[in-house]
């Protein structure tokens, strides 16, 4: 057995490392896994501005994965060899959130609410009680101090830790490259389309789509949508037309909504709208390309330095009927049908475009400056540096 654990750091913008760290321990009702694969998310971004998320520093990067279970405590159903999906989050599993099997990073334990009060600006510190945002109950850097443990408690790691609730076992027959997609891709993607209710011959735009909107293009064919696409950059367009879409409308065309009401018939707009940007520009479009008493669900978040929307309810919402809301993870009750989805033929043809790019841990800063190049998908690193082949892989 390993006695240390390799994990990636951020040290400042625009460098990586990797760092060595004592091995990790767990507590009884957590799992330990070898990471085969660590996709990657935003951390691209903190590796462009440093900008962290509430839960993450430095040291501490990356949430999702998949790998081989490596250690249990006595009594878990848990056994060691299993093949698991890693999902993140460290829910309480008492809440209302938690009972109706929603998403852990929605749990109750986490003061969104209070962190996020623009009406008073101090509402943070106050929020926090003295702890450190990062220990926040919920988020993944409290798992570390629950365990006792130095390492492991995220995603870019050689060796992970984490609620045996947030590993599910996947079929032999599941590649790893697929099961990893049940992450921040098709499977947060996928709670969205469900929740919206997409069915054959709807109509579906998706509006600013990188990763997360290729996840919702190929939920979106799965179920047997039209898929309209609301985007401008060309390779993204072209691996769009991969993965199923059916048209592409430039939002930079004057008639842009036009072009979208004259697909969509007396429907007048699109049955269901997914905004996968984050930007205002496109979920300002998202909203107009609506039809009535349709749905507009928000993926994208974190978009650093742009201004909040402005709405009027009134108009935009209300006079149209229209159906607002947004996540940005996988329900607990959707993953059973998620891992069902990623065993489709045609879902693994589709995600062979999806996933452009792979790499080792070590070559991070190369995985993430191809991420930031805008001419990628799904980037995966490998923290035991058995990349079959580093780079953009060959039908992009
Ligand atoms: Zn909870
Ligand atoms: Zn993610």
């Known amino acids: 057995m390993s006695n240390t654990n390799t994990v990636l750091t951020i040290p400042e913008p625009r460098k990586v490392a ?19 694969i660590a ?3 935003i951390e691209h971004q903190v590796y462009k501005a440093h900008r962290m998320e509430w839960h993450s520093d430095c040291d501490h990067q990356g949430h999702e994965g998949v790998g081989i ?8 159903k848990l056994k060691i060899g299993e093949r698991v999906v890693m999902y993140q989050g460290d829910p309480c599993g008492e809440c209302f959130v938690c009972q109706r099997q929603l998403s852990p990073t929605h749990c109750m334990s986490i003061p969104y609410e209070e962190l996020t009060d623009t009406q008073r600006p101090d509402a943070k510190i106050d929020a926090l009680g003295g702890i450190e945002a990062q220990y926040m109950p919920g988020g993944l850097r409290i798992i570390e101090k629950k365990c006792d443990s130095e390492s492991g408690g995220f995603g ?33 993607t996928y709670t969205g389309i469900e929740e919206c209710g997409v069915k054959k011959d709807d109509w579906v735009v998706i509006a600013g789509v990188g990763f997360i909107g290729f996840g919702a293009i190929i939920n979106a064919k799965y179920r047997g949508a039209n898929v309209i696409v609301l985007g401008r950059n060309d390779f993204r367009m072209a691996q769009a037309r991969r ?10 065309d004057p008639d842009w909504l036009e072009q979208i009401h004259a697909l969509t018939g007396y429907l007048k707009g699109a049955d269901h709208v997914f905004e996968a940007s984050g930007y ?11 039809r009535r008493f349709g749905n507009v669900w928000l993926y994208g978040f974190l978009v650093e330095d ?30 059973e049908g998620l891992i069902k989805m990623l065993q489709n033929p045609q879902v693994q043809a589709w995600a062979d475009h999806l996933i452009t790019h792979e790499y080792n841990m070590s070559e991070a800063a190369e995985a993430f400056e191809a991420a930031l190049s805008k001419k990628a998908g799904k980037i995966f690193l490998y923290p035991h540096e058995n990349c079959p082949k580093s780079g953009p892989i060959k039908n992009v």
């Open 18 to 36: 990797l760092k060595r760290m004592p091995y990790p321990k767990i507590v009884p009702g957590y799992v330990m896994v070898k990471v085969e």
């Open 39 to 41: 996709p990657i998310c």
């Open 69 to 76: 279970i490596c250690e249990v405590t006595p009594g878990s």
């Open 156 to 188: 870019f790691v050689q060796y992970r830790i984490l609620q045996e609730c947030m590993v599910q076992k996947i079929p032999d027959s599941l590649p790893f490259r697929y099961a990893a997609l049940a992450n921040c891709s098709i499977g947060c």
């Open 243 to 252: 993965m199923g879409a059916d048209h592409i409308v430039n939002p930079d």
């Open 280 to 290: 205002p520009y496109y979920q300002n479009k998202a909203l107009a390309a609506v």
């Open 306 to 335: 742009s201004e909040p929307l402005p709405i009027r309810l009134l108009d935009v919402i209300h006079n149209r009927g229209v159906h607002l809301s947004g996540n940005h993870d996988v329900h607990v009750k959707h993953r």
